[in-house]
C-alpha cells in the first residue's frame, strides 16, 4: 500500500513523507518521477530535511523561502544532485528539468543525464531555458551518455536551450516514439539520427539551427506528426507512409512529402510577405492531396488564386485561410468537397469577406 501512496503524489511531497514513520523514510527513493522546475520553494530548514530541496510541482515565479531568500541557481543545482544521490535509480519513468543552466553548468549537466541513462528512464526532458542568450551559450547535451547505457529505453526526449551533435557512432534509439528539439544547435548528421529512430511517431522541430535540408528517411514509417516551425532550413522532404499531421511555419522552402497517404491535416504558414507564397504552396498540394484539413496562412495577390485549392485536393473537408490581400485580411473555414453545395464563413478585419469557392463578395464593412 505505502509504495502505492507514494507514487500517486508528487515528488515533492512524496519526499515528506519520510517523516511519517522510519518505515516511510526511504520509499520516496524509488518515486517514478523526478521532476525539477527553477525556481524551487523551500522551507527555512531546508539543510535538515531532503524534501525542502525537492519541487515537485513547478513554477516559473521568482519564489523565495519563508525567510524571504532568493532561490539562486546553484541552490536549485544543489537540490537536484541531492535528490538524486539519494535516490535508488529504480523503477524511474521520467526525469525532468527545468532551469536557466549556462554553460559553465555543463558538468551538472552530464552528471544528470548520466544519472538519467542509468536509473534507464523511459521520458527524458531537459528545458535549460536558453532563449534570452546566443545560441553559442547553449550547452551541450551529450546523446552518446544515453547511448553507452543502451538507449532502447528511451520513448520520449525533449529538448529546449542546449546543443547536440549526432554522430554515426551512436547506436539506434530502437523505442523512441518522440523526439522534440526546442532552440537547440544542431552539430553533425541530423538525418543519420532520425534513420535511427524507426519507431518514432512525434517529431517537433522549433526554432532549430545547423539543418540545412531536413530529410526524413524511409525508416520512419511509423512517424504520424510532424512540426517544423521558425526553423532555418533549406529543404523539406518527408517519407512517411503513416504521416496524419503535418505543420510548417517559416520562410519559402521547397517541401516535398512522398507517399503522405494517410495525411489528415496540414498546417503551411509562410513567414513571408512575397505575393507569390500562396502559388508557391501549390507545389506543396500534390504532395497532400489526401488531406481533409487544410490551414494556409500566406500573401496572395489576387483572391482567384484561392480557388485552384478545389480542383487539387479532391477529399477536402475543411479549408481554413488566413491571407492577406490589398491590405485585407480574409478568414474562411468549413468548406466541403468541391461540387457540394458550399457554405462559406467570413470573418472580416477590414474591408471585405468573399466567398472564396466562387469569389463573389459575401459582406462590405465600412
Avoid at 21 to 28: F, G, K, Q
Avoid at 56 to 82: H, L, M, P, W, Y
Avoid at 202 to 216: A, T
Wanted: proline residues 4%; contains cysteine; negative net charge.
Amino acid at each position: 500500500v505505502q509504495p502505492v501512496i507514494i507514487s500517486l503524489l508528487p515528488l515533492k511531497e512524496a519526499v515528506r513523507t519520510s517523516m511519517v514513520s522510519r518505515s516511510w523514510t526511504t520509499l520516496w527513493r524509488f518515486h517514478g518521477d523526478l521532476c525539477f522546475n527553477e525556481p524551487v520553494d523551500v522551507d527555512s530548514n531546508t539543510d535538515d530535511n531532503p524534501a525542502d530541496q525537492v519541487n515537485g510541482t513547478g513554477t516559473n515565479d521568482q519564489s523565495t523561502n519563508q525567510c524571504g531568500t532568493k532561490i539562486t541557481r546553484a541552490k536549485f543545482i544543489e537540490t537536484v544532485n541531492s535528490v538524486i544521490q539519494q535516490h535508488s535509480g529504480i523503477g524511474i519513468n521520467k526525469f525532468s528539468i527545468s532551469c536557466d543552466l549556462h554553460k559553465e553548468d555543463s558538468h551538472h549537466l552530464d552528471r544528470w543525464i548520466r544519472f538519467a541513462a542509468s536509473s534507464k528512464a523511459k521520458i527524458i526532458d531537459f528545458d535549460l531555458k536558453l532563449f534570452d542568450y546566443p545560441v553559442e551559450e547553449a550547452p551541450h547535451f551529450p546523446l552518446e551518455a544515453l547511448d553507452a547505457q543502451g538507449s532502447s529505453f528511451v520513448q520520449s526526449l525533449s529538448l529546449a536551450g542546449a546543443s547536440i551533435k549526432p554522430s554515426s557512432g551512436i547506436c539506434r534509439f530502437t523505442v523512441l516514439r518522440r523526439l522534440v528539439l526546442n532552440s537547440v544547435q544542431i552539430f553533425g548528421d541530423f538525418p543519420g539520427l532520425l534513420a535511427k529512430c524507426s519507431r518514432l511517431e512525434d517529431l517537433e522541430i522549433i526554432r532549430c539551427s545547423g539543418v540545412d535540408d531536413l530529410i526524413v528517411p524511409h525508416k520512419l514509417d511509423k512517424l504520424q506528426k510532424l512540426l517544423i516551425a521558425r526553423t532555418d532550413v533549406q529543404m523539406v522532404v518527408i517519407h512517411a507512409a503513416d504521416l496524419a499531421h503535418f505543420e510548417y511555419e517559416g520562410r519559402l522552402i521547397p517541401i516535398v512529402l512522398h507517399g503522405c497517404s494517410k495525411l489528415e491535416k496540414a498546417t503551411i504558414a509562410f513567414d513571408t510577405t512575397n505575393p507569390s507564397a500562396l502559388a508557391h504552396a501549390f507545389n506543396v498540394i500534390p504532395s497532400i492531396s489526401p488531406v481533409k484539413i487544410l490551414i494556409v496562412r500566406a500573401i496572395i495577390s489576387t483572391y482567384a488564386q484561392v480557388t485552384l485549392f478545389f480542383f487539387l485536393l479532391a477529399y477536402l473537408i475543411i479549408l481554413e485561410t488566413w491571407c492577406y490581400c490589398q491590405c485585407h485580411l480574409i478568414c474562411s473555414c468549413h468548406v466541403s468537397v468541391p461540387g457540394a453545395a458550399i457554405k462559406t464563413t467570413g470573418h472580416v478585419y477590414a474591408s471585405e469577406a468573399y466567398d472564396l469557392s466562387n469569389c463573389c463578395l459575401l459582406s462590405r464593412v465600412k
